[in-house]
């Protein structure tokens, strides 16, 4: 079982509309980390959560500590935001998810 | 510019031929770890180091050596790689361990 589980594996959305990336943890954590990979291979680091919820232009994370659950938000997405997303964990050790591939169709 | 510098981008190598990945970053940063990337497993830890000349064992250290002399250089050693080694690396840094990360471009290593 991981300790970072994250869904969808994949998705495919119109240009335009609303996405939701959801993470799921089992272990104690500090923090929340989410990471962007573009398909060169590169990766930014988005956000990092301890509670609550961070808003950067179209990208908004969340996160429930009770639920251990987090998620991230693209409004009006673009076919520029297709990559992989990235969940990962820190706690005693850091957790990564296996990414969710976002691809935006125009 | 702040950065995180890693070098090679690209490396093909034999098997047995010991190598260094070199990771540098600008920002003074205390935390810097190495994780490799592998289709259907995602990224996981290798090694990071909590600030000079502390380093720890991450996820998959075997067969990878560290070394953290100064702050800003944080180098990944195959001392005798393996194909099972073949992979994309990617070093990163923070300012500590809960703040958010700069990762460097990516290394892609292959060992025939």
């Known amino acids: 079982k991981n300790e970072v589980e994250q869904s969808p594996q994949n998705l495919t959305a119109q240009e335009g509309e609303f996405i939701t990336i959801n993470c799921s943890y089992s272990?104690?954590?500090?923090?929340l980390h989410w990471l962007q990979q573009h398909p060169g291979g590169g990766i930014v680091s988005l956000f990092m959560?301890?509670?609550g919820k961070k808003k950067h232009g179209r990208l908004i994370a969340t996160i429930n500590i009770q639920e251990k659950h987090s998620s991230l938000h693209i409004t009006a997405s673009h076919p520029r935001d297709s990559a992989v997303y990235i969940c990962a964990a820190t706690g005693n050790q850091f957790y990564f998810g296996t990414g969710t591939s976002l691809t935006v169709i125009p | 510019e702040a950065q995180v510098t890693q070098n090679p981008r690209y490396l093909i190598t034999v098997t047995g031929k010991k190598l260094t990945v070199t990771c540098s970053q600008n920002m003074n940063h205390e935390y810097m770890s190495w994780y490799r990337q592998d289709p259907g497993l995602g990224l996981r830890q290798i090694y990071y180091?909590?600030?000079?000349?502390?380093?720890d064992k991450g996820d998959v250290p075997e067969g990878y050596k560290v070394s953290r002399k100064e702050k800003r250089n944080f180098p990944l050693i195959l001392e005798s790689p393996s194909p099972n080694q073949t992979s994309l690396y990617f070093c990163a840094s923070s300012l500590n361990r809960g703040n958010g990360y700069t990762f460097g471009s990516g290394t892609r290593l292959t060992v025939v």
């Open positions: 959560l301890s509670s």
């Open positions: 180091s909590m600030n000079v000349e502390v380093t």
């Open positions: 272990v104690g954590i500090s923090a």
